[in-house]
Nanobody
């Protein structure tokens, strides 16, 4: 059974940085494209960033481009999201997902999800 566990969320001030981590177990990590999404209560899950299975390609939502960086460490079965220059509008629960197919910005394409980690940015 594939499990994803996120960590690293917290409450910060605008302009601060955070690093989110997502550890994958129970599957072949190097087979998955890995994505980060976020969700506010009552809203749909929103794409943030994705890295392909080899780490050679990344893709970002316009709202985070230039501020967030996604990376993966296959030796640790871990995907990271480095978030800089955080803004109040970045406040959400952040989820990582594993996609056996192509790197996708659509939540419905993902095969496995973590439980989420809360990020709160105050002004």
């Amino acid at each position: 059974q594939v499990q994803l566990v996120e960590s690293g969320g917290g409450a910060v001030q605008a302009g601060d940085s955070l690093r989110l981590s997502c550890v994958v177990s129970g599957g072949t990590f190097s087979s998955y494209a890995m994505g980060w999404f976020r969700q506010d209560p009552g809203k749909e899950r929103e794409f943030v960033a994705v890295v392909n299975w080899s780490g050679s390609n990344t893709f970002y939502a316009d709202s985070v481009k230039g501020r967030f960086t996604i990376s993966r460490d296959d030796a640790k079965n871990t995907v990271y999201l480095d978030m800089n220059s955080l803004r109040p509008e970045d406040t959400a629960v952040y989820y990582c997902g594993a996609d056996l197919g192509r790197s996708s910005p659509w939540p419905s394409d993902y095969d496995y999800w973590g439980q989420g980690t809360q990020v709160t940015v105050s002004s």
